[in-house]
C-alpha cells in the first residue's frame, strides 16, 4: 500500500512510452483509480529519502492535460508536479537532449489584421493578412527553474535506462521557453516558419505544457515544471517516431528523477519542527516523533453515534495551529475529516508529512477500544489510516487529571532510558478471561520497573481493562481492536512487534499496517508532547 506520509509528485505524460519512461525508475508500483483515471502509484528512493510517485497518461492536447493535471492535484495533494515527455526541436537541440521550460508560450491565440495598401477598395487584389499572436504564457515554478540549471549532467545521463545500447556523450540539458499549442509542427509547414519569426527564443514545440501550467498556476501549494527530450527536430519521420521517441522520453525521466535527487540536495522535505540538534532531551527520545496531528475526539452522549472533533498541528514546542473544529460529526464522518485536516495543512504548506510525522488521537476512557488505525481514510484507494501515517493512541484523562498525569510523569522519567530496549525484554501480557476482575491485572507480580503491557480481553469490560492501565502509568500499551474467540491471531500479532524497541513502534507498526497488519491499537504517551488542551501544557487552546 501506498505510504501517504511520503512526499509526493505527479508525474504526467501525453503518451504510453513517456508513461512507461517514468514508470521504470519506480518500485513498489500498484495502480488505483479516481474518477476514472487510472495512476501508477510507486516509490522512488533519492539519496536522503523515499518520495511517492503518481503516474498518468494524459492523452494529447492542453485541454486534457490540463483537466488530468487539476484531477490528480486535487485527489493526490502533491508537492511536485512535472510533465515529461518527448518534443520536436526548434532550433539549437539535437535528438536525445532535454528541454526544461523556463515558460510554454502559446502559439495559436493571436489577431489577424488585413494590411494589404489598398485592401479596403480593392480587397481581392491587394488584400495582405498579418497575424499578430497573443497567445497565453505559464512559466514553471521558480523553485524549480532554479533547480534545473543546477543538475550535472552526469547525474541526469546516469539516470537513463539502457544507456550503453546508445551515445550519450554529447547530451545537452536546456532551461529555455517552449512553445505550446495543439498542432504537429513539421518543418514543411508555414507555422515552422511562424515560430522561428515570432517566437525565436523557444529552443522545441508541444502540445500539453499549456493546460498543465494553467493548473499549476491555480494551485499555489503545488510547484510543476514541463520536461521534454527531443525526438525530432521538426522532420518528422516514421523512423524517427520508431527509433528516437523511447530515447527521449526516457532521456526525459531520467532528468527529471535527477531533479528529486537534486531537491533532496537544496532543502530536503521537513517538518515544522526544529532541527534534532536543536531540541532538548536528544537523548530521551523526544525527538522520536516531531511534527503531529493532534486530534481530540469526545462524546457527550455515549448512546448517539457523533462526535466532537478538534484538531491541531504542533511542534510541541512553540508552534501550535488549530485545524479544525471543535464541531460534531457522525462516526462515519470522521475519517474523511481528519483527511480534510491534512490535505489543508499541506495545501497551506504548514508542513510536510514526511516520515516523523505522527498523528495522535486522543481518546477518552470509553472510547479507547475503538480501531481508530482501521478507519478508511480514501475509499478510492483503500487507505486506512494507521496504513498512512504513523498513528498513536493516547488518553485525554492523563492530561486532565493530577494523578494520572503524575503517575504517567513518573513512568516515563524512568523508562526513557529505556526506549532502545526491544519490546520483548520490557512488557508483560495480561490476559483477563471472562469473570476475572480487572484489578487482577495488577497483582502482586507486577515488576516496579515501569513496562509496557499488552492487553487482551474479549467481554465487554475490554475497555474498562484498558482505563485501568491506563491509570497505573505505564507510557506503551498494545491491546486488540477486534472482538474475537480466538485468541491465536493476537498472539501472532504480537509477535511481529515484541522484536521492536519502544522507539521504533510508532514508526514500525505503520509499516507493518500497510503489509496487512489490523487489529491492533498502540498508546504511546510521552508527558513531555502535552497537548493543547492539557491543565499542563505550555499552549492555551483555541476557542
Given at each position: 500500500?501506498?505510504?501517504?506520509?511520503?512526499?509526493?509528485?505527479?508525474?504526467?505524460?501525453?503518451?504510453?512510452?513517456?508513461?512507461?519512461?517514468?514508470?521504470?525508475?519506480?518500485?513498489?508500483?500498484?495502480?488505483?483509480?479516481?474518477?476514472?483515471?487510472?495512476?501508477?502509484?510507486g516509490?522512488?528512493?533519492?539519496?536522503?529519502?523515499?518520495?511517492?510517485?503518481?503516474?498518468?497518461q494524459?492523452?494529447?492536447?492542453?485541454?486534457?492535460?490540463?483537466?488530468?493535471?487539476?484531477?490528480?492535484?486535487?485527489?493526490?495533494?502533491?508537492?511536485?508536479?512535472?510533465?515529461?515527455?518527448?518534443?520536436?526541436?526548434?532550433?539549437?537541440?539535437?535528438?536525445?537532449?532535454?528541454?526544461?521550460?523556463?515558460f510554454v508560450?502559446?502559439?495559436?491565440?493571436?489577431?489577424?489584421?488585413?494590411?494589404?495598401?489598398?485592401?479596403?477598395?480593392?480587397?481581392?487584389?491587394?488584400?495582405?493578412?498579418?497575424?499578430?499572436?497573443?497567445?497565453?504564457?505559464?512559466?514553471?515554478?521558480?523553485?524549480?527553474?532554479?533547480?534545473?540549471?543546477?543538475?550535472?549532467?552526469?547525474?541526469?545521463?546516469?539516470?537513463?535506462?539502457?544507456?550503453?545500447?546508445?551515445?550519450?556523450?554529447?547530451?545537452?540539458?536546456?532551461?529555455?521557453?517552449?512553445?505550446?499549442?495543439?498542432?504537429?509542427?513539421?518543418?514543411?509547414?508555414?507555422l515552422?516558419?511562424?515560430?522561428?519569426?515570432?517566437?525565436?527564443?523557444?529552443?522545441?514545440?508541444?502540445?500539453?505544457?499549456?493546460?498543465?501550467?494553467?493548473?499549476?498556476d491555480?494551485?499555489?501549494?503545488?510547484?510543476?515544471?514541463?520536461?521534454?527530450?527531443?525526438?525530432?527536430?521538426?522532420?518528422?519521420?516514421?523512423?524517427?517516431?520508431?527509433?528516437?521517441?523511447?530515447?527521449?522520453?526516457?532521456?526525459?525521466?531520467a532528468?527529471?528523477?535527477?531533479?528529486?535527487?537534486?531537491?533532496?540536495?537544496?532543502?530536503?522535505l521537513?517538518?515544522?519542527?526544529?532541527?534534532?540538534?536543536?531540541?532538548?532531551?536528544?537523548?530521551?527520545?523526544?525527538?522520536?516523533?516531531?511534527?503531529?496531528?493532534?486530534?481530540?475526539?469526545?462524546?457527550?452522549?455515549?448512546?448517539?453515534?457523533?462526535?466532537?472533533?478538534?484538531?491541531?498541528?504542533?511542534?510541541?514546542?512553540?508552534?501550535?495551529?488549530?485545524?479544525?473544529?471543535?464541531?460534531?460529526?457522525?462516526?462515519?464522518?470522521?475519517?474523511?475529516?481528519?483527511?480534510?485536516?491534512?490535505?489543508?495543512?499541506?495545501?497551506?504548506?504548514?508542513?510536510?508529512?514526511?516520515?516523523?510525522?505522527?498523528?495522535?488521537?486522543?481518546?477518552?476512557?470509553?472510547?479507547?477500544?475503538?480501531?481508530?488505525?482501521?478507519?478508511?481514510?480514501?475509499?478510492?484507494?483503500?487507505?486506512?489510516?494507521?496504513?498512512?501515517?504513523?498513528?498513536?493512541?493516547?488518553?485525554?484523562?492523563?492530561?486532565?487529571?493530577?494523578?494520572?498525569?503524575?503517575?504517567?510523569s513518573?513512568?516515563?522519567?524512568?523508562?526513557?532510558?529505556?526506549?532502545?530496549?526491544?519490546?520483548?525484554?520490557?512488557y508483560?501480557?495480561?490476559?483477563?478471561?471472562?469473570?476475572?476482575?480487572?484489578?487482577?491485572?495488577?497483582?502482586?507480580?507486577?515488576?516496579?520497573?515501569?513496562?509496557?503491557?499488552?492487553?487482551?480481553?474479549?467481554?465487554?469490560?475490554?475497555?474498562?481493562?484498558?482505563?485501568?492501565?491506563?491509570?497505573?502509568g505505564?507510557?506503551?500499551?498494545?491491546?486488540?481492536?477486534?472482538?474475537?474467540?480466538?485468541?491465536?491471531?493476537?498472539?501472532?500479532?504480537?509477535?511481529?512487534?515484541?522484536?521492536?524497541?519502544?522507539?521504533?513502534?510508532?514508526?514500525?507498526?505503520?509499516?507493518?499496517?500497510?503489509?496487512?497488519?489490523?487489529g491492533?491499537?498502540l498508546?504511546w504517551?510521552n508527558?513531555?508532547?502535552?497537548?493543547?488542551?492539557?491543565?499542563?501544557?505550555?499552549?492555551?487552546?483555541?476557542?
Amino acid at each position: 500500500m501506498t505510504e501517504k506520509s511520503l512526499p509526493t509528485v505527479v508525474f504526467l505524460t501525453a503518451l504510453p512510452l513517456e508513461r512507461e519512461a517514468v514508470v521504470e525508475h519506480l518500485a513498489e508500483v500498484t495502480h488505483k483509480k479516481y474518477k476514472g483515471t487510472v495512476y501508477d502509484v510507486g516509490n522512488y528512493s533519492s539519496s536522503k529519502q523515499k518520495w511517492r510517485i503518481i503516474v498518468t497518461q494524459t492523452g494529447d492536447g492542453n485541454n486534457k492535460s490540463g483537466i488530468e493535471a487539476e484531477r490528480a492535484f486535487e485527489h493526490f495533494k502533491p508537492n511536485y508536479a512535472f510533465f515529461v515527455g518527448i518534443a520536436g526541436g526548434v532550433k539549437d537541440v539535437s535528438l536525445g537532449d532535454v528541454v526544461a521550460a523556463s515558460f510554454v508560450r502559446g502559439y495559436e491565440k493571436g489577431k489577424s489584421v488585413n494590411q494589404g495598401v489598398l485592401s479596403e477598395y480593392f480587397p481581392k487584389l491587394f488584400s495582405k493578412e498579418v497575424f499578430y499572436p497573443r497567445g497565453d504564457v505559464y512559466r514553471s515554478s521558480h523553485e524549480l527553474v532554479q533547480c534545473a540549471p543546477r543538475v550535472k549532467k552526469e547525474n541526469w545521463v546516469s539516470k537513463i535506462k539502457r544507456a550503453s545500447e546508445r551515445p550519450i556523450d554529447n547530451l545537452q540539458s536546456f532551461i529555455a521557453p517552449i512553445a505550446g499549442g495543439e498542432q504537429v509542427v513539421t518543418e514543411r509547414t508555414q507555422l515552422h516558419d511562424f515560430l522561428r519569426k515570432h517566437m525565436n527564443d523557444v529552443l522545441a514545440v508541444e502540445m500539453e505544457g499549456l493546460g498543465f501550467l494553467n493548473a499549476v498556476d491555480v494551485n499555489k501549494a503545488v510547484d510543476g515544471i514541463v520536461i521534454r527530450g527531443i525526438s525530432d527536430l521538426l522532420s518528422k519521420t516514421a523512423s524517427h517516431d520508431k527509433t528516437w521517441q523511447p530515447i527521449a522520453a526516457q532521456n526525459a525521466a531520467a532528468f527529471a528523477f535527477a531533479m528529486l535527487d537534486m531537491l533532496d540536495e537544496l532543502e530536503p522535505l521537513s517538518s515544522i519542527a526544529h532541527d534534532k540538534e536543536e531540541q532538548p532531551g536528544a537523548d530521551s527520545g523526544e525527538q522520536k516523533l516531531v511534527s503531529s496531528l493532534i486530534v481530540k475526539l469526545s462524546q457527550e452522549d455515549r448512546n448517539q453515534d457523533s462526535y466532537d472533533l478538534q484538531v491541531w498541528l504542533t511542534d510541541h514546542k512553540t508552534s501550535l495551529y488549530q485545524v479544525h473544529g471543535p464541531q460534531r460529526h457522525k462516526k462515519s464522518e470522521l475519517p474523511i475529516e481528519i483527511n480534510k485536516s491534512i490535505n489543508k495543512i499541506l495545501a497551506d504548506k504548514k508542513c510536510h508529512c514526511d516520515e516523523d510525522f505522527v498523528i495522535e488521537v486522543f481518546l477518552p476512557k470509553e472510547l479507547l477500544k475503538e480501531p481508530i488505525g482501521d478507519w478508511i481514510i480514501d475509499v478510492e484507494l483503500e487507505e486506512k489510516l494507521g496504513a498512512a501515517y504513523q498513528l498513536v493512541i493516547r488518553s485525554t484523562e492523563r492530561f486532565e487529571n493530577d494523578d494520572m498525569f503524575r503517575r504517567l510523569s513518573n513512568c516515563w522519567s524512568k523508562y526513557k532510558k529505556r526506549l532502545d530496549d526491544p519490546l520483548k525484554t520490557g512488557y508483560q501480557h495480561r490476559c483477563c478471561s471472562n469473570g476475572e476482575e480487572c484489578k487482577s491485572v495488577f497483582g502482586p507480580n507486577l515488576s516496579d520497573e515501569p513496562i509496557a503491557l499488552f492487553v487482551l480481553d474479549f467481554p465487554s469490560e475490554m475497555p474498562a481493562v484498558i482505563f485501568k492501565c491506563v491509570q497505573w502509568g505505564p507510557p506503551f500499551l498494545l491491546w486488540p481492536t477486534d472482538d474475537t474467540q480466538n485468541c491465536q491471531p493476537v498472539y501472532e500479532q504480537l509477535a511481529a512487534v515484541q522484536s521492536l524497541t519502544f522507539a521504533q513502534l510508532p514508526k514500525q507498526l505503520k509499516q507493518l499496517r500497510a503489509q496487512g497488519l489490523q487489529g491492533l491499537s498502540l498508546l504511546w504517551d510521552n508527558p513531555d508532547r502535552q497537548p493543547p488542551f492539557s491543565k499542563f501544557s505550555p499552549y492555551t487552546a483555541p476557542k
